[in-house]
């Protein structure tokens, strides 16, 4: 039997995307961390503009602070209302990491504060090229300085599928971004991740907010508690947690919950919070999803692996129309 998320392993509740007042958030560190943690979260990694801060001061024994940034790629000058874009978010895999992808134009580093530039460890890049192979090279660099990288949001982004070999070295995707979605863009990414998937892109799968709280909490728009991850870690530690996101030991959730998901050789079982759908994607057509009765929900459900699918992911839509994905598991993972 192949455990593929495991009932019997804790789920830590994260949000991997978060800005602060340490760029264009409105909400202080401190402020981010009372209002996760009130609400059930253990893990929050605040990934402010091109601004590398270390919050490990807020960490305590059930709540875990990661060392992250964003950045952004798009070339200069740039009309970033019609134009592509690519972000990614830098996640380190120790606590203490100082590298940062500096551009000295205030269009990139317009968030360092004048007096930390001449003492935060840069790595310079005089300019930035929205291309595939600058993409690419970056986050082969990232990954050299000690970081893991996460694709963010292709569709605010306006990223084709023409684009998505610059991704080949990410570790996850954001399947989804609640802060866009809030925004007006259609930000649930499966079929970017689906092409992907069929590309032989291995990505884990995040939900985030990438919250800037422009919206105070309980308004309408604000965009904060609507993506979330589910780390499956060990226990609650910087090395840990790092660790089962490297190796895709997560899933996504805008409400749902995956409870377990096994493989016995040719069938997989999910089990899950109540349902009204719960779907079994793979790469063909065998497919297969159980819809609930009106008034009624679906826990579990059976799928057989066909002798062409390359991968399988499992997808579940809640009677809101919340949904959660696992990642896409590939045939040489499972047999």
């Known amino acids: 039997m192949k455990i593929l998320i495991d009932e019997n392993k804790k789920q830590y ?11 264009d958030g409105r909400l202080t560190p401190e402020q981010l961390k009372e209002e996760y943690k009130k609400r059930g979260y253990s893990v929050l990694a605040i990934t402010d503009h091109e601004h590398l801060v270390e919050h490990h001061d807020l960490t305590d024994e059930d709540f875990l602070l990661l060392t992250a940034y964003e950045m952004f790629v798009f070339t200069l000058p740039s009309d970033h209302i019609e134009n592509s874009t690519s972000h990614l978010n830098l996640y380190s895999k120790t606590p203490h990491n100082k590298m940062l992808y500096y ?5 990139y580093s317009r968030y360092i504060r004048p007096e930390e530039r001449p003492v935060a ?26 970081y893991i990288v996460c694709h963010c949001h292709p569709t605010w982004s306006f990223e084709d599928e023409g684009f998505a070999s610059a991704f080949d070295e990410c570790f996850a995707m954001e399947l989804y ?10 930000e649930y990414d499966q079929h970017y991740y689906d092409y992907q998937s069929k590309r032989g892109n291995r990505l884990g799968v995040l939900a985030v907010d990438d919250n800037h709280d422009f919206f105070p909490i309980g308004h309408p728009h604000n965009d904060s508690f609507g993506g979330m991850t589910y780390i499956l870690a060990d226990e609650l530690n910087y090395e840990s947690v790092i660790g089962a996101m490297e190796k895709g030991d997560t899933y996504a959730s805008t409400g749902p919950e995956i409870y377990s998901l096994t493989f016995d050789g040719s ?4 089990r899950t919070s109540d349902a009204e759908r719960i779907i079994f994607v793979t790469n063909t057509r065998n497919r297969a999803i159980t819809i609930a009765p009106e008034n009624e929900s679906v826990n579990e459900y059976w799928f ?13 839509v809640d009677k809101e129309g919340k ?3 696992s990642r896409a598991f590939f045939r040489d993972e499972l047999i």
């Open 177 to 186: 971004n609640h802060s866009s979605y809030s925004g007006g863009f259609f």
């Open 304 to 316: 057989n692996l066909g002798e062409t699918d390359k991968w399988v992911r499992l997808e579940v």
């Open 323 to 325: 949904r959660a994905f």
């Open 103 to 107: 551009s000295p134009d205030v269009v």
């Open 121 to 146: 460890c840069h790595a310079e890049k005089e300019t930035r090229e929205h291309s595939i192979e600058f993409v690419r090279q970056t986050v082969k660099d990232a990954k050299e300085a000690g």
């Open 267 to 270: 069938t997989f079982h999910a």
């Open 13 to 23: 509740k994260a949000n991997l995307h978060c800005h602060s007042t340490c760029s």
